[in-house]
C-alpha cells in the first residue's frame, strides 16, 4: 500500500559521541522526541543525517534502530544519495529490506550516461515499487533538473510519486510542478530546510522536510495553514527565520547545539566539514531559541495533514 507522504517529514540527524562513533542510544532518544512531537514521517538518512559521511554499515543500523523505535507510530522515508547511482540501487533493496516505507534518491551528475530513467526505474525494481521522492538539488551534488525534467521522470517511472525541491530559489520550480505534474505526482515537498516554507506552501507543496531543531513550530506552523490560518501561519514563519538564518551556513552544527542543549542527544560531534561554532554563536543561537518557547506551541496535525494534497 502506498504511504501519503505529506505534513512535516523531519530529517533525523545521526548522533555521535566524543569518539566519534554513532551513538545508538541518542538516536532512539532524537526519534521518540520526533514520533512524540507528531511529525508525520520520519527522513532517514537525509543530507541533514550526514548521509554520505557514513558507512553502508552505519546507515543500516542505524536504519534498523529508527525503524525499531518508530514501530507503529511513524512512516519512514530512508535516503539512498550517494555519488554512484549503483550504490543508490543496490542501498535501496537493504532499505526495504531494513522497514523503509518510502525512499528518497537524488538526482546525481553521474546517471546522466544511461539516463536518469534508467538509474530511478533501476531504485524501483530493487524495492518493488515502493513510494520514491525525487530529491532535486543544485549542483555540484545534484542534477538540478528543470521542472519539465521531472515531471517527464515521474511519467516514465511510475514509482516516483513525491518531488523534493532544494533549489534556492524554491518556488518557480514549486509552482511549475505543481501547475503541470497531473495525476504524475501525489504532491510537492519543500526542502532548503524550510526557509522557504511559507512560500511553498502558498504555490502548492503539500510538505515540508526540515533538519529537526524547530519541530515543534513547524507542525504548528502546518497545522495552522491547514486550519486556513494565514496571519498565524505567516507569524510562525517569521519566527523560523532569524534560527534558519544560523542554520545556513553551520547546518548540523545547531541543529544537534539545540538537541544537546535540550537533553535529547549527548554530543554536538559533526563528521560533515563545516565552520565551527565560537561560544559567542553558540549563546546567541540558545538565546534566541529559548525565546521561541516551543514547549506549548502545537497540539499536532498527524490526523488531518492530508488536507494538504493539493495535486
Same mark, same amino acid.
Given at each position: ?54 558507512? +553502508? ?22 535516503? /539512498? ?12 533493496? !537493504?532499505? %526495504? ?10 538526482? /546525481? ?12 526505474? +533501476? ?18 551534488? $545534484? ?35 505543481? #501547475? ?15 526557509? =522557504? ?21 513547524? /507542525? ?11 496571519? #498565524? ?8 527565520? +532569524?534560527? !534558519?538564518?544560523?542554520?545556513?551556513? =553551520? %547546518?548540523? %552544527? ?16 559533526? %563528521? ?10 553558540? #549563546? ?12 506549548? /506551541?502545537?497540539? $499536532? ?11
Amino acid at each position: 500500500m502506498t504511504t501519503q507522504f505529506s505534513g512535516v517529514l523531519p530529517v533525523i540527524p545521526t548522533p555521535f559521541s566524543q569518539e566519534n562513533e554513532v551513538d545508538l542510544e541518542s538516536l532512539k532518544s532524537v526519534v521518540q522526541y520526533a514520533t512524540d512531537s507528531h511529525a508525520n514521517a520520519l527522513v532517514y538518512p537525509g543530507v541533514a543525517s550526514e548521509d554520505i559521511q557514513l558507512s +553502508a554499515q552505519e546507515r543500516l543500523q542505524c536504519l534498523t534502530v529508527v525503524t525499531e523505535t518508530a514501530a507503529g507510530q511513524t512512516p519512514i522515508i530512508a535516503g /539512498v544519495n550517494s555519488n554512484e547511482p549503483e550504490t543508490m540501487v543496490e542501498m535501496a533493496a !537493504l532499505m %526495504r529490506q531494513h522497514g523503509a516505507d518510502g525512499i528518497m534518491a537524488m538526482a /546525481v551528475p553521474s546517471m546522466v550516461e544511461k539516463g536518469y530513467k534508467y538509474w530511478f526505474q +533501476a531504485i524501483s525494481d530493487a524495492t518493488d515499487g515502493l513510494p520514491i521522492i525525487l530529491q532535486n538539488l543544485f549542483s555540484p551534488r $545534484g542534477a538540478d533538473l528543470s521542472a519539465d525534467q521531472m515531471i517527464e521522470l515521474a511519467k516514465d517511472v511510475e514509482a516516483i510519486r513525491y518531488v523534493k525541491e532544494e533549489g534556492i530559489p524554491s518556488g518557480p520550480k514549486v509552482s511549475a510542478v505543481f #501547475k503541470n505534474a497531473g495525476d504524475y505526482l501525489d504532491g510537492i515537498i519543500g526542502g532548503g530546510g524550510a526557509r =522557504y516554507v511559507f512560500e511553498e506552501l502558498e504555490r502548492g507543496a503539500i510538505a515540508t522536510m526540515p533538519a529537526i531543531e524547530l519541530l515543534e513550530l513547524h /507542525v504548528a506552523l502546518l497545522e495552522s495553514y491547514l486550519a486556513g490560518e494565514r496571519d #498565524k501561519t505567516l507569524r510562525l514563519y517569521q519566527q523560523s527565520l +532569524a534560527i !534558519l538564518l544560523m542554520q545556513a551556513p =553551520y %547546518r548540523m %552544527r545547531l541543529t544537534k547545539l539545540i538537541l544537546k542543549h535540550r537533553g535529547i542527544i549527548k554530543t554536538d560531534v559533526v %563528521r560533515e566539514s563545516l565552520p565551527e561554532l565560537d561560544e559567542y554563536s553558540k #549563546k546567541l543561537i540558545l538565546e534566541m531559541y529559548q525565546q521561541l518557547d516551543l514547549t506549548n /506551541v502545537s497540539s $499536532g496535525i498527524a490526523d488531518n495533514c492530508m488536507a494538504l494534497n493539493h495535486a
